[in-house]
């Protein structure tokens, strides 16, 4: 690890190297308030809009990263490292002369060799009006002469200067996204000085380029800011003293500092405020490395197989949601339904939601249900003789996944749920037989048919009644009173409008080398809860299987913009995310995004391997081990 740099303490006045540019729009005037804001140690200097580098030239960062996207500007860098002698041999040949100036302006630079390019953008700025930068619709540029009698063209002591001090330092062509994404780590000091608002004629002056920067890119880049404090890094924005930026900064420190203009050739309009943001690292939520195990209760939630389970994440949940007060939860993908039982042991009011009649059929039994258990009587009433069962089962899905005898018990226990009368004790039957058929189905999916990986488990010997019987066992003895009028609903999540103080987000996860289809993986078991009622069979597929529902985190662009939709509605709620590393979008869109809505935001790095893989031969393979992650908005 590279030791942290000391961060200069060189007074206002400069006393070695100088920006080598006039600039519109430049932070000489700041450099004393600018150099109070930084942090007096840190690990880089990274100013991803760098134009004439007031700052980075007063402070002398000995490990710094600077960037543009402006290619000429960073030539001109570039090539003051490289070739200071070429660029003061050109710059002493020419004379502030009306005639050449044109002559020279009408020169495509990029024709030029490297070093007269680079000479020839000091030289323009040097003899052009006030210095500024403007281009016209072919990238031409087009500030008239300056008429100035005797400007000084080249400062030879000062462009060697500036090669020394840039000596050690990365420079990089590229858009600030680009920039903070490669090379921000934390304890980086970070300073951003875009183009201000509000957006006027002279926005292309302000920066040294031809690029605009718009309301939405304010934005962006506010949102920006806040992935930065969050990773650790300390950031030091400048703008202009608009109503926006007050809204997009409101949480950091603010500070107003006059300054004057020199873009306007009227004295009495080049005064103006500065505002100087300042977005100091926050601490993290701290995470014990082994968590404390969650509470006793939580511990009697039946254990399932279910794909994306967060049963051993149960207890770094437990851990951040502690750091919250609050009174009412949302499990918005119940999935399993282990969170919102968590949530339910904690005391809580719980909400859950799934589009899955399975997940909304567990929750309904154990979450929403405080009460109610079957009694051996009721259990043993599930294995009676009913005239009325029919043999959906046993014709459907002759040999595909369970031997006749079991498939027979499951049409007859199917036909004696359905006389239950009190839903809650309908859903704890349903959701035995469920975990039944689950526990009977080595690997506990339905994407192939037969008796294959066979791992020798004991529940692959015991009949389908055994295992529902072991299962109701379970479940009633999950079930418990917290005191709460708690709510299951199977629904789509982008319709849900459960109003609580925390809502938990565990979606879909979408990867680019497998699926995410529940349906495709449980129909089978979906299929019993709804009774194969509403779905669309496809007869013709060897697993029988139906058609899966349609979901936005069935791809990237739609996961994304699932994700902005559900920070957007829930932005007045504590909101916890579990995502993965191997799943897109990535952990940085997802902050990004979360930021927009959130003041803070916080991620937590959990390593994990899940219990098994996309493909059968990568089960005990490293591709199974990844980081989950879980983000935090509050």
């Known amino acids: 690890m590279k030791p942290r740099a000391e961060a200069s303490s060189t007074p206002s006045r400069f006393n070695q190297a100088r920006p080598v540019l006039k600039w519109a729009g430049g932070k000489t005037q700041l450099i004393p308030e600018l150099q109070k804001s930084m942090p007096k140690t840190y690990n880089r200097y990274i100013e991803p809009f760098f134009g004439g580098g007031a700052l980075f030239f007063a402070t002398a960062p000995k490990n710094a990263v600077i960037a543009d996207s402006n290619p000429e500007l960073i030539n001109l860098y570039r090539q003051i490292v490289a070739n200071p002698e070429a660029i003061i041999q050109n710059l002493n ?46 990238g031409g540029f087009n500030v008239p002469f300056g008429h100035y009698k005797n400007p000084k063209i080249c400062n030879e002591d000062n462009i060697f200067a500036v090669s ?23 304890g980086d000091f970070v300073f951003l000085d875009p183009p201000y608002l509000p957006i006027s004629k002279y926005a292309d002056f302000k920066r040294y380029t031809k690029e605009q920067f718009y309301e939405d890119d304010h934005r962006e880049l506010a949102a920006e800011v806040a992935r930065l404090q969050m990773i650790g890094c300390h950031v030091v924005l400048t703008n202009s003293n608009h109503p926006l930026v007050h809204e997009l900064y409101d949480r950091y420190e603010v500070t107003v500092h006059k300054t004057r203009r020199n873009i306007s050739a009227k004295s009495e309009t080049r005064t ?60 918005l993908f119940s999935g399993s339904g282990v969170v919102g039982y968590l949530f339910k042991t904690m005391g809580k009011q719980v909400f859950t939601n799934d589009y899955m009649a399975m997940s909304a059929m567990f929750s309904k039994a154990m979450i929403e249900n405080n009460n109610k258990t079957l009694s051996e009587r009721e259990t043993d009433a599930l294995f009676t003789f009913n005239a009325k069962a029919d043999s959906f089962v046993q014709e459907t899905f002759d040999g595909l996944y369970y031997s006749k005898p079991d498939n027979v018990t499951i049409d007859l226990v199917r036909a004696n749920i359905k006389i239950i009368s009190n839903p809650h004790k309908r859903a704890i039957a349903m959701s035995a037989l469920i975990r039944a058929c689950l526990k009977k189905r080595a690997r506990g999916i339905f994407t192939y048919t037969g008796m294959r990986y066979d791992d020798g488990r004991a529940d692959l010997r015991l009949s389908m009644e055994e295992q529902v019987r072991n299962a109701l066992s379970l479940i009633n003895n999950a079930v418990f009173d917290n005191g709460k009028n708690n709510k299951a609903r199977n629904g789509d ?26 349906v495709r993986r449980y129909h089978f078991v979906e299929g019993l809860a709804r009774d194969w009622q509403g779905v669309d069979m496809q007869w013709h597929t060897k697993t029988r299987k139906f058609k899966s529902y349609p979901t936005p985190f069935s791809s990237q662009i739609g996961a994304r913009d699932a994700f902005d939709q559900l920070f957007r509605r829930l932005k007045d709620s504590i909101i916890l995310v579990s995502y993965s590393s191997n799943s897109l979008p990535t952990r940085e869109d997802i902050i990004s995004l979360m930021a927009k809505y959130k003041k803070n935001v916080e991620v937590i790095d959990i390593d994990h391997r899940y219990s098994f893989g996309n493909q059968g031969h990568k089960i005990d393979s490293n591709k199974n081990a990844v980081k989950e992650y879980l983000f935090i908005g509050f």
């Open 493 to 518: 999540a982008m319709t849900s409008r459960f109003k609580t103080d925390l809502v938990y987000i565990d979606p879909p996860y979408f990867s680019q080398s497998s699926d995410n289809e529940y």
């Open 272 to 331: 103006g405020e500065d505002v100087l943001v300042v977005a100091k690292p926050q601490p993290q939520f701290y995470i014990r490395e082994v968590p404390r195990p969650v509470n006793e209760r939580a511990k009697l939630y039946p254990p399932t197989r279910y794909m994306g389970s967060k049963e051993k994440l149960l207890p770094y949940i437990q851990n951040v949601a502690e750091n919250f007060e609050f009174d009412t939860a949302t499990d």
């Open 164 to 186: 020394a001090t840039l000596k050690n330092t990365e420079i990089v062509l590229g858009d600030y996204k680009t920039v903070l994404k490669n090379y921000t780590k934390k």
């Open 93 to 138: 040949g020419w004379k502030n002369d009306e005639d050449f100036f044109y002559r020279l302006r009408a020169r495509d630079w990029i024709k030029l060799s490297p070093e007269e390019a680079a000479a020839r953008t000091v030289f323009l700025n040097r003899t052009c009006f006030n210095g500024l930068y403007r281009v016209n619709k072919k």
